[in-house]
């Protein structure tokens, strides 16, 4: 069964400073990956996803994230962070197989400091 | 307009109770379903419905039943609440069967005691 590790519970980062929050995925095939965002008392917003092709996907509010297929990781950064992007940050795989729905890693909580 | 709504927002009731939550989505999406947000923020898929059809099924107790009257609803009744109940319910909806990703609702906070 496939399977997401997100390695991180908390990542603090300064206001203006860089982020790379990591996930690692575990799946035979290529897996669809998706990185959603959950702000305090909110539910989840899709950033960006992956399929196939490009392997540097462009999200919205400035994130990006890179397949990485011999590492079997699908990591999301942003080059400066804004204190509005403290929230959880979920990693998720869905194997398009006979298993329907997404496989959610436990999410990284961001915490940024002003 | 809301893509997927959920009510209620929030949701006290005591153990044993019955309750529903009910999710509409304005999409046009084919698949429907709830996930389970425990205490630690861990999200875990409960049912999936496509075209009124229940596809998927995790380990959930039979107190927990969904109900589809169309492509747009998909309600979650739970019956006998317990406090192990005690979650964020989100509904979500997905073009096809989520490889496109999903569209969550807001979530509804239930509350046993």
């Not at chain 1, 996930?23 to 290529?30: L, Q, R």
């Not at chain 1, 400035?62 to 990781?73: I, L, N, T, V």
């Not at chain 2, 609440?81 to 989520?98: Q, T």
Request: aromatic share 12%.
């Amino acid at each position: 069964a496939q399977s997401v590790t997100q390695p991180d519970i908390h990542i603090t980062v300064s206001e203006g400073a860089s982020l790379e929050l990591r996930c690692n995925y575990s799946y035979g095939a290529t897996p669809y990956l998706f990185w959603y965002v959950q702000s305090p008392g909110q539910g989840l917003q899709l950033l960006l996803k992956y399929f196939s092709g490009d392997t540097l996907v462009q999200g919205i509010k400035g994130f990006e994230a890179e397949f990485k297929r011999s590492q079997s990781s699908f990591n999301l950064r942003k080059p400066s962070v804004h204190w509005s992007d403290a929230a959880e940050y979920f990693c998720a795989v869905y194997s398009g197989g006979g298993a329907d729905g997404l496989t959610f890693g436990k999410g990284t909580h961001l915490i940024i400091q002003p | 307009d809301t893509a997927v709504s959920q009510t209620p927002k929030y949701l006290v009731t005591q153990m044993g109770n019955d309750k529903s939550i009910k999710c509409e989505q304005n999409l046009g999406h084919d698949t429907m379903y709830w996930y389970k947000q425990d205490s630690k923020k861990f999200l875990k898929i409960m049912f999936s419905y496509n075209n009124k059809e229940l596809i998927i099924n995790e380990t959930v107790p039979n107190r927990f039943s969904p109900k589809s009257p169309d492509k747009a609803h998909l309600n979650l009744h739970i019956n006998s609440l317990e406090l192990g109940d005690s979650a964020v319910y989100f509904c979500a909806s997905s073009r096809i069967r989520g490889n496109y990703g999903y569209t969550f609702g807001s979530g509804t906070r239930l509350t046993v005691v």
